[in-house]
């Protein structure tokens, strides 16, 4: 890598002078740009920490080197988590200094799935590791309080710009409509006002008071909502592809994007799926012109970056097994022809993809014109300039270690997780005393040991306290198994083992709610059912035994059993039949 010793100049790199307009500046770089330095602006991918010679092993993707000198690429999606703010820090601003390097030294736009919660995801979401550790989204909408929400992502502003981090791949406005569905635990709920009024809050955080360069630019997701799904099942994969509208009710689900876009939302992901049965071609949502220049563009007006969701064009290998492109809808085409749709259709980038070349062959045998390719390019480097990159790309690695995972924020995170935790039912169980004999499973001994007197079996305790995870299917494929799908019915006999503990002892049953579980079979047996949304073992204990108050509130239905699940609209919220407890459902201990 050539060191950078001396910063280039305005004389030598006009587009530097930060006197001049942006949008001149933006002209100024772009006159300069090669067809395979504009190509390189409209790949989004993957990238993980570590040397910038080695291939990532996990997406089977090149080097940073590969990306940043052969590809021309400047804005990766970083995987996975590093041990300190420190570590990450020091790896982006290796990766500044290769990019700075370069013929136009156009520094590298750093994205992130969410990282602050309890989900572990490569093609949604990362463990909070050194940062502060906050429940899921579906928490924060459990709390119903949008200062809190805004002071959530404020803190995580705060956080991802110390390492350089600066456009969250979130937030996930979608609603949560159909109960199957396996990416709710990223979403506000069900209800569409609801899912409005806090994703506004989370983009007013992100993105500060002002856009600029202390700011994370946001890149909502999935228009036009990606609720609705068949099954309930996720696009992701191919048996998850069509989203349905048997109650006529995709208007709903733009409601909360037309809140994020009055928020001021920078940047917007179309979901994969393809819309069956509406006035839309069907066609996956990134394909789709109808939805994204006809919709997006000209009936609301949305002129900031619209990058795909991942991996539409390119057949692709994840943890050594085959994916198809999700192409839904064009699966017949070949991956130039794809690209071309989306380019049609009205995107700006391809999202975890790495094939500027194809670009590049598709300007020089006249298929796209240059004069398409900066029409995006102007909104992609617009956005690198008013985040300040050009004027320092670098991070001050000492204050990332003091910013990432702060005290007052790691407070903040488990205030957060108490407020959110929801209890369903209690027939005086709960709060528990301090002398209470505990019996406790899925919770660290050493932590329960701080509110009660441990005991081994159910028989000599007062009260016994499960934690479960709501149930899922099981897959055929490891990546498949990180989304949880299928039935919402637990196990016979995980029902039969929480019977046989609150058949001896008042049991309270706390369930992590990634999906709404159905919890009927367990209810008229536990002396309490408490839900959460990814909460530590301490939080929840705060909770229970009266340490900190319960007020978290159901963000969407419970239903009953899955019939009514089977045979309700995936569209509609509220569609369950009989639901067991109600959206806005919890008791306040």
């Known amino acids: 890598m050539a060191d950078v010793t001396t910063a280039p ?24 740009m090669t067809v ?50 420190r570590e990450i820090a020091a790896w982006q601003n290796d990766l500044q200094r290769l990019a700075a390097s370069t013929r136009l030294g156009i520094p590298v736009t750093l994205s992130t799935d969410p990282r602050h919660s309890f989900s572990e995801n490569p093609g949604a979401s990362i463990l909070a590791g050194p940062f502060s550790q906050w429940p899921e989204t579906l928490g924060l909408a459990a709390t119903r309080d949008p200062e809190l929400v805004e002071r959530f992502a404020d803190i995580a502003r705060q956080e991802y710009t110390a390492v350089g981090l600066r456009v969250a791949l979130h937030p996930q406005v979608d609603l949560a409509t ?33 856009f600029g360069a202390g700011s994370v630019s946001t890149m909502t997701k999935h228009f036009p909502g990606g609720g609705p799904q068949k099954d309930g099942e996720d696009p992701h994969f191919p048996y998850g592809r069509e989203q349905v509208y048997p109650g006529g009710q995709f208007e709903l689900h733009l409601k909360p994007f037309e809140d994020a876009i009055a928020a001021g939302t920078r940047q917007m992901m179309p979901y994969y799926g393809m819309p069956v049965g509406t ?19 000209e009936r609301f007006g949305f002129d900031g970056l619209v990058c795909t969701d991942w991996g539409l064009i390119n057949d692709a290998e994840i943890f050594g097994q085959p994916f198809p492109a999700r192409a839904w809808g064009v699966e017949d085409l070949t991956p130039r022809e794809r690209m071309l749709k989306v380019l049609d259709a009205g995107a700006d980038q391809f999202g975890g993809e790495d094939c500027p070349e194809m670009l590049v062959e598709l300007v020089a045998d006249g298929s796209v014109s240059e004069a398409r390719l900066d029409v995006s390019a102007r909104r992609i480097l617009r956005e690198k300039f008013e985040l300040g990159l050009f004027e320092n790309p670098f991070v001050d ?25 929801t209890v369903l039912t209690n027939d005086g169980a709960l709060p528990f005393a301090a002398a209470t004999k505990l019996y406790v499973e899925g919770i660290d001994a050493e932590v329960a040991a701080s509110y009660g007197d441990l005991v081994a079996t159910p028989a000599e305790a007062d009260l016994a306290i499960i934690r479960l995870h709501a149930p899922f299917e099981q897959r055929a494929t490891t990546f498949e198994n990180f989304f949880h799908a299928g039935s919402l019915d637990f196990p016979a006999d995980v029902i039969d083992h929480v019977r046989e503990v609150a058949g001896v002892v008042p ?48 963000p969407f239905d419970l239903p009953r059993s899955m019939s009514p699940v089977e045979a309700s609209r995936p569209d509609v919220p509220f569609d369950t039949a009989d639901p067991l407890f109600r959206f806005g459902h919890g008791l306040t201990l």
């Open 9 to 32: 100049t305005a004389s030598e790199r006009p587009w530097l002078d930060a006197s001049l307009p942006i949008d001149e500046r933006v002209q100024l770089l772009l006159d300069e």
């Open 36 to 85: 395979e330095e504009k190509a390189g602006l409209f790949f989004h991918t993957m990238i993980a920490i570590g040397d910038l010679d080695e291939q990532n092993p996990t997406f089977a993707t090149p080097s940073a080197r590969d990306f940043v000198d052969v590809k021309k690429m400047n804005h990766f999606n970083l995987l996975g988590a590093a041990p300190t703010g």
């Open 178 to 210: 159909e109960s199957r569905w396996a990416r709710q635990t990223a979403t506000f709920g069900e209800d569409a006002e609801l899912a409005g009024i806090l994703g506004a809050a989370y983009i007013r955080g992100f993105q500060g008071e002002s």
């Open 279 to 297: 006035e839309y071609e069907e066609v996956g949502f990134g394909f789709n012109r109808s939805v994204i220049t006809g919709l997006l563009r």
């Open 397 to 421: 690695e000492d204050a990332a270690d003091a910013v990432v995972g702060r005290a007052d924020f790691r407070a903040a995170g488990d205030a957060a997780q108490r407020a959110s935790i």
């Open 507 to 554: 049991t309270v049953v706390d369930v992590l709610a990634d999906r709404p579980p159905i919890l009927e079979p367990m209810t008229d047996a536990a002396a309490a059912v408490t839900v959460n949304w990814g909460a530590s073992g301490a939080a929840l204990l705060d909770v229970l035994s009266g340490r900190a108050s319960a007020g978290g509130r159901l």
